[in-house]
């Protein structure tokens, strides 16, 4: 039973590309969180996505970011025209169920560098 | 607006001691939280969780204790291992996982 996989593990981009994170969640599990955690911070929530659903969505920028978790296949989490500032380690957590006795299982994180 | 909060974002404690790490949060219908290690360059792993109805969970090393009324829950690691160097993050679950700063701990042998 595979953990989550997150890839690719790192990835580098020029400022104004985009960068695609996929996160593939464990086996049975429906709900998958993005977070971001930034030099000597702790872990930021972005996104909170269902199959097929964006549940919830405060951490995200405004502008720039999006993300989705289709029927079939990985969440993704894009950002479009990066800038330095959007370099970080990006973590994706996914769990059968919400509720008491239900915790979250990690990815091993990408870990985007925009120069 | 941080509605969990580690306050210490460090811990240097000798190997053999006890490592007390500490979580505070804001919202009172919290109910379900969780405890997990991060080692560099890793994902965050789950380590120990506590319910609402119990003021405290034991595994182990591990212990979490709950205390609803000042809304402030700590990890205790009795005995301390150099292996136990990590940052500890504390969360709540309640629709979504709300994540502290982290305490990066360091157990010196």
């Known amino acids: 039973n595979a953990g989550v996989m997150q890839n690719p593990r790192h990835l580098v981009r020029r400022r104004g590309q985009e960068a695609r994170l996929r996160c593939s969640p464990m086996k049975g599990h429906s709900h998958v969180y993005w977070y971001r955690q930034l030099p000597e911070e702790g872990l930021k929530f972005m996104v909170y996505l269902q199959k097929e659903n964006i549940i919830d969505e405060s951490g995200m920028p405004k502008e720039r970011f999006s993300a989705e978790f289709p029927k079939e296949g990985p969440s993704i989490l894009r950002i479009q025209q990066v800038v330095r500032g959007d370099s970080a380690a990006y973590f994706c957590?996914?769990?059968?169920?919400?509720?008491?006795?239900?915790?979250?299982?990690f990815g091993q994180g990408t870990r985007l560098t925009v120069v | 607006d941080q509605q969990v909060k580690q306050n210490s974002p460090s811990l240097s404690v000798q190997e053999g001691r006890i490592s007390i790490l500490n979580c505070d949060y804001t919202n009172s219908m919290f109910d379900y939280f969780l405890w997990y290690k991060k080692y560099p360059a890793e994902g965050p792993t789950f380590l120990i969780s506590?319910?609402?109805?119990?003021d405290k969970n034991e595994d182990g090393r591990f212990t979490v204790f709950l205390n609803k009324s000042a809304k402030h829950l700590s990890l205790h690691i009795v005995p301390s291992q150099p292996g136990d160097s990590a940052v500890y993050f504390c969360a709540a679950d309640f629709n979504k996982f709300y994540f502290g700063s982290g305490t990066k701990l360091n157990v010196k042998p």
């Open positions: 957590a996914s769990s059968p169920r919400l509720g008491e006795g239900t915790e979250a299982f």
């Open positions: 506590i319910s609402s109805i119990k």
